[in-house]
């Protein structure tokens, strides 16, 4: 779980913070949470596929 | 151990599919074509990925055949 | 070993925020904004980092807190 | 090998797969097929240059 | 510190060297030297900020 | 194992080199030139190699040179 949660923040912080600035803006942190929703989505949607076509 | 390879290659379709299908700002849910693509990149992973094995093994059958036949 | 960790984080942030930041051929020094980039890059990736893992602990919870109310 | 497969797979799917449809068609299996005997050759010619540089 | 220099050398080949010659050029040894300097900096400023909000 | 060490760097820089140099769609043989900027990839990543550890123990040397002189 943690080298997913790792993996999550490198690909959202690359997806919603593309040019760090002094803060991180409410806009920012916004997009953060979608995607993190996002991302654990597509885990379960890419697990479920997998899963399905090894058994 | 067989259970840890398995989830290391989810992991790992999980980021490649995620960079190949999720071009969109992420929303509130998959845009459009999104999450079809998603499954459809792991099932064309998996078929491209015996494809090729079968391809490796194929020249290797004829490697050994020619070696025969000599 | 927690030391190793630290470097391994410093190794891999450098590689990452040298590719946002650093877009230009390297000068004699930095570019402009370049080298305030790489200081909010390890920032912000921090900040990201904790932000990340406090949604996933208060969607635990509530997962946790749904599941004792039925 | 076997790590060399794996590579060759995930280079000649990124090349010959850039949209993953509902099947794999003939034109994708011909692109792997072509995109693995180049990927092979390519080992080929980085070894002999490698091994000749530094032997 | 050899992790680190090979990461200087993938970045920096990647960024002096887009299209690989029949040698290396003395424009592309300045270049190799420059991002070499630059990368050792951006070390430098990683770690400081680093360690400077974890402690 | 340092023949693992000569084959992991041969299989990194086949990745690394194909992604340089192998940019249209495969075909029957390499595109023209395909081939020798395979070979060339080869020798100037092992030249820049050289290159830049050659300027590190020159820096190294001056900072001793340095330390010694004050």
Not at chain 2, 29 to 46: M, Q, T, Y
Request: charged share 20%; hydrophobic share 30%; aromatic share 6%.
């Amino acid at each position: 779980v943690q080298e997913l949660i790792n993996k999550a923040t490198e690909k959202c912080f690359a997806k919603c913070v593309p040019k760090p600035g002094t803060s991180l803006t409410s806009s920012d942190e916004a997009c953060l949470a979608r995607c993190l929703d996002r991302y654990m989505e597509a885990f379960t949607v890419v697990s479920r596929t997998y899963t399905a076509r090894i058994s | 151990q067989a259970h840890a390879r398995v989830n290391d290659s989810i992991r790992n379709l999980t980021g490649m599919c995620w960079d190949k299908c999720i071009t969109s700002t992420p929303g509130s849910r998959f845009a459009r074509g999104e999450e079809s693509c998603l499954s459809n990149c792991v099932e064309r992973f998996l078929d491209t990925s015996i494809y090729i094995v079968t391809q490796v093994q194929r020249q290797q059958q004829q490697l050994l055949q020619a070696q025969g036949d000599s």
